[in-house]
C-alpha cells in the first residue's frame, strides 16, 4: 500500500505473482479500487489509533495523578532500597 503513493508507481507494471492472492484474480481497473479501498481504510484506522493512544495517555495521566498521593509497589520498593542504603552509608542521586 505505501508503494502505491508514490508518484512513479504504476500497478499495472506490478507482476501477478508479487500481489496478494486475492488481487491476482482482479483486472487493472478493479485492482486499482482495491488498492485505494484498502489505503482508505488503512488511513481511518491509523486515524482511530492516534485517537484512541490520545485518550490512552490521558488516562494515565489521570490515573497516575490520582495515585501520587497513595503509596504504589514501585514507590514502596524505591523507599525499602533506600532505606537499606542509608543503613549501609550509600547515597542515593
Known amino acids: 500500500m505505501d508503494a502505491a503513493k508514490a508518484k ?3 500497478l499495472a ?3 501477478a505473482e508479487e500481489l496478494p492472492e486475492d488481487m491476482r484474480k482482479l483486472n487493472e481497473s478493479e485492482r486499482r479500487a482495491y488498492v485505494e479501498k484498502a489505503a482508505k ?3 481511518e484506522l491509523q486515524a482511530k489509533i492516534v485517537q484512541l493512544n490520545a485518550e490512552r495517555e490521558k488516562y494515565v495521566a489521570q490515573q497516575t495523578k490520582a495515585q ?3 503509596s ?4 514502596a520498593v524505591i523507599g525499602a532500597i533506600r532505606e537499606q542504603g542509608q543503613k549501609r552509608n ?3 542521586d
Not at 72 to 75: A, E, I, M, S, V
Open 8 to 10: 512513479d508507481f504504476d
Open 13 to 15: 507494471k506490478v507482476n
Open 41 to 43: 481504510e488503512r488511513s
Open 68 to 70: 501520587s498521593g497513595t
Open 72 to 75: 504504589t509497589l514501585d514507590q
Open 90 to 92: 550509600l547515597k542515593f
